[in-house]
């Protein structure tokens, strides 16, 4: 919602320094269904304030047909969502800007607060920068928090909904202040970093987040990795193999209740503390357990991990006892074993 804080904003300038901002024209996506059976329709929440406001309104889904309305000169895209073309740009005295929760270059892509958190990074920073008529995230760079950038608080435990809540009020100032210093009008002071200027940086894309991100890669992924990406896109899921009556089956499980780090007691009743599942977690795949209502795996830097509810596509109030059914049958005591088992998920 930092559309709605940067609307706001850039109102408050309006009622404050009329000369500077006359007017106010907001546009707003389609409302979208959602909900079960997507039998309902939820408005973007900027058309309520742009309602409370009593600023005029445009609802497009496409930029094709579409014309800037009379008298509008600056163009600014906060969490729009589409590209907004040469076509518009060009016909507005000074083209557009745009409200960027990264330290620009870096983390361009539709969501920089998710992955600035999954790569585990502990600063962060937001960017006022122009709208490029073709490329998302390649404007200029008129504003910027300053290198390193503002310590994330908790980074341990944050999400990405709190993190927005911090960037939100920090985006709004910024272009307030981009507005009242005029910083848009040509020629621009492009304040991008120099890539040459530090080869040690490395620079990292972030993309919308997919099903496929959420997908636990168990022979990479340390158990922080998984517990952070729980933390920010979770739940996650992985395909569980197991042997059908005629023929190996694939179903998607979903950890719903998500993974924990075992304590002490845990790990050691899990018998994934074994020199037997240590050596078979040293390999490419680590081991799992399945004990009453708990399933344990030990991860290939050795930590145990524990989960207590999960969802099988294609089931009904699947219990963590049905994965040891599913990997070795009804009859199998696999739900009462402690012995690390060859690793079924994928």
């Known amino acids: 919602m930092e559309?709605?804080?940067?609307?706001?904003?850039?109102?408050?300038?309006r009622q404050a320094n009329p000369a500077l901002v006359q007017s106010i024209d907001v546009v707003a996506r389609p409302p979208k269904r959602f909900g079960r059976g997507l039998k309902q329709w939820r408005d973007p929440p900027?058309?309520?304030?742009?309602?409370q406001l009593?600023?005029?309104?445009?609802?497009?889904d496409t930029f094709t047909g579409w014309k800037v309305p009379e008298g509008i000169n600056l163009i600014i895209a906060v969490s729009f969502g589409l590209l907004v073309p040469r076509r518009i740009l060009d016909g507005v005295k000074y083209g557009g800007l745009n409200v960027h929760p990264s330290l620009l270059p870096d983390l361009r892509g539709a969501a920089p607060v998710h992955w600035v958190l999954l790569r585990g990074s502990t600063s962060t920073g937001v960017t006022v920068q122009t709208l490029h008529p073709s490329r998302m995230d390649r404007g200029k760079v008129l504003l910027q928090t300053p290198e390193p950038g503002f310590m994330i608080p908790n980074p341990g435990t944050?999400?990405?909904?709190?993190?927005?809540?911090?960037l939100r009020p920090i985006g709004a100032e910024m272009l307030s202040q981009v507005i009242e210093q005029r910083l848009f009008v040509s020629p621009v002071n492009d304040l991008t970093p120099p890539l040459h200027e530090d080869p040690q940086r490395t620079?990292?894309?972030?993309p919308k987040i997919s099903p496929e991100h959420r997908h636990i890669d168990w022979n990479h992924w340390t158990a922080d990795d998984i517990l952070?990406?729980?933390r920010v896109i979770g739940p996650l899921w992985n395909m569980i193999c197991f042997r059908g009556a005629r023929r190996y089956v694939e179903k998607r499980a979903i950890w719903e209740a998500g993974w924990s780090q075992a304590d002490d007691v845990e790990a050691q009743h899990s018998?994934?503390?074994?020199?037997?599942?240590?050596?078979?977690?040293?390999?490419?795949?680590?081991?799992?357990?399945?004990i009453g209502d708990e399933l344990f795996v030990r991860t290939h830097d050795g930590v145990v991990l524990v989960t207590r509810s999960v969802k099988i596509e294609g089931e009904k109030n699947a219990a963590i006892g049905r994965i040891g059914e599913m990997l070795c049958g009804e009859d199998s005591t696999l739900g009462k074993s402690k012995a690390a088992l060859p690793f079924p998920f994928q």
């Open 3 to 13: 559309h709605i804080e940067s609307l706001k904003a850039v109102n408050k300038l």
């Open 54 to 60: 009593q600023l005029p309104l445009h609802r497009i």
């Open 271 to 290: 018998g994934l503390l074994s020199d037997e599942a240590s050596v078979k977690s040293s390999g490419k795949e680590p081991c799992v357990s399945c």
């Open 46 to 51: 900027v058309v309520q304030v742009a309602t």
């Open 228 to 230: 952070r990406y729980q």
């Open 203 to 206: 620079l990292s894309l972030a």
């Open 158 to 166: 944050i999400g990405p909904g709190e993190l927005s809540e911090v």
